[in-house]
């Protein structure tokens, strides 16, 4: 007979190691299935955010902005150093290294939270049972009252620029050059293309970004992502838009690059290409046949308001279903879900989940951008402020950006708060309650914020 338990979660990232946590400490019997093996051969708990995504790259992210300071920022303030120098080794090293207190950190809240964590390769068969294949071959079968697939995303792979780990890579690749290239390509102006373009923009790489739609971040309100680019070009970033990319070599140490950027073809010789053109749904052999598990025709797992798969109590969260592919909305229906589960209400407002792009200035929204609001013909409002009127702004001669809120044009509730500019990462949580409370644009700006921040 195979061990049963309440709860099976399949995905150890932020979606399923906080849902397998939260069912845990409701009381649940659970187990936590994952397949990740870290870059020391050993399973890894955390999954793509802890281990080759969020953490990595933030840390990646601070260490090369201190560097970028040194060599350019610091002068302003009066401070001269020597050149300053780099051991990518050593970054890449503490970078490892905060990536296995992370997931150290988790195996130790299964722990403390009596979550059993099963390391192998699950899959999905009929009435709940879950099948395991572990990593020296062993088979396991375990079945769960309740099933939560959390099993995250894959990169894209263009079919004419496979990842071969060495010249063409994915954002894994990326995170463990070992040491900085002296021309960077990225395909894709998306998030991961922007950060870890920065990371070795910073660091002394010639970086070209090419993207094939002719907006720049089309997701962002207009009037931020136009400061954005703005900064990104006065940076040195290469950004090419409405550029098609056609072929991919890899010729020795050298990729060749052909692309179309809408008046004719051009080649770009690089030393390493990174694709980050975004990201799909990963459930290859995940499911037998006969669960009852429905995918859409984007390869994601379907799912209802409440995160409930087609098939009795199984439930999928994260970047396995709709909505955006962020850490903390995975987080949120892990909570949710497992609260459900419990008998509790639970429920995730997808519409305010906030973004944030951790480049320099930092980008960050939460709700509707103005043209979304012209779509749907809501009246709107908006105001903004510049961050070169605020005195911190320019104590810190981060200048660059501005806040812009938009509101209802007859009530005045908030729709959208759209940020560019130092630190706004931490900023736009106050937008984020005030929002989720369904305050009004003139809520916000009653509220006393210390000076002069
Ligand atoms: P993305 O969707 O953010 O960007 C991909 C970009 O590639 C888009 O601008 C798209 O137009 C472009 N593109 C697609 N095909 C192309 C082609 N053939 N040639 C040129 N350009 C092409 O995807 P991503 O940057 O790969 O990131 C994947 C996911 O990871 C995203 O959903 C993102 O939200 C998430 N992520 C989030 C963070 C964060 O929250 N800070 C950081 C990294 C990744």
Not at 402 to 419: P, S, Y
Request: charged residues 20%; proline residues 4%; aromatic residues 4%.
């Amino acid at each position: 007979m195979s061990e049963q338990f309440d709860v099976v979660v399949i995905g150890a990232g932020p979606a399923g190691y906080v849902a397998a946590i939260r069912a845990a400490q409701l009381g649940l019997k659970t187990a936590c299935v994952d397949a990740f093996v870290g870059k020391d051969g050993k399973p890894a708990l955390g999954g793509t955010c802890l281990n080759i995504g969020c953490i990595p790259s933030k840390a990646l992210l601070d260490s090369s902005k201190r560097f970028h300071d040194i060599e350019h920022n610091l002068a302003a303030h009066g401070i001269s150093t020597e050149k300053a120098s780099i051991d990518v080794g050593a970054m890449v090293g503490r970078k490892d290294k905060i990536v296995k207190q992370f997931t150290g950190g988790i195996t130790q809240l299964f722990k403390a939270n009596k979550v059993t964590p099963i390391a192998g390769y699950g899959t999905l068969h009929p009435n709940r049972e879950v099948r395991i294949k572990g990593h020296d071959g062993s088979e396991a079968t375990i079945t769960g009252k309740h099933v939560i697939l959390a099993t995250g995303s894959v990169p894209i792979e263009l079919p004419f620029a496979k990842f071969d780990g060495k010249h063409v890579v994915d954002n894994a690749g990326a995170l463990d050059f070992e040491s900085t290239p002296k021309r960077l390509g990225v395909i894709g102006a998306g998030v991961i293309g922007l950060e870890l373009g920065s990371v070795w923009k910073r660091l002394g790489a010639e970086v070209t970004v090419i993207e094939a739609l002719p907006d720049f971040l089309a997701a962002a309100d207009a009037d931020i992502a136009k400061i954005a680019a703005r900064e990104f070009k006065k940076q040195g970033l290469d950004i090419q838009l409405g550029s098609k990319v056609s072929a991919v070599e890899v010729k020795g140490d050298e990729v060749h690059v052909t692309y179309n950027d809408g008046k004719a073809d051009q080649s770009l010789v690089v030393d390493k290409l990174l694709v980050a053109v975004g990201r799909r749904a990963a459930t290859k052999g995940l499911l037998a046949d006969g669960t009852g598990v429905e995918i859409n025709e984007r390869g994601q797992i379907v799912v209802d308001d409440h995160c409930h798969t087609a098939a009795e109590n199984v439930w999928a969260i994260g970047d396995c279903v709709r909505g955006p592919m962020l850490a903390h909305k995975g987080s949120e229906e892990g909570i949710a879900v497992a609260e459900l589960i419990a008998g509790k209400p639970g429920h995730v407002n997808l519409d305010l989940v906030p973004w944030v792009i951790y480049t320099e200035p930092e980008l960050a929204w939460v709700g509707k951008t103005e043209a979304q609001c012209k779509a749907e013909g809501i009246p709107v409002k908006t105001g903004s402020f510049p961050f070169a009127a605020i005195g911190r702004a320019v104590a810190m001669n981060e200048t660059a950006g501005m806040v812009k809120v938009i509101a209802h044009a007859e009530t005045d509730r908030l729709l959208g708060v759209h940020m560019v500019g130092p630190v706004v990462s931490e900023l736009v949580a106050e937008a984020v309650v005030a929002m989720e409370f369904h305050g009004s644009a003139e809520d916000l700006a009653r509220i006393c914020h210390a000076h002069p921040s």
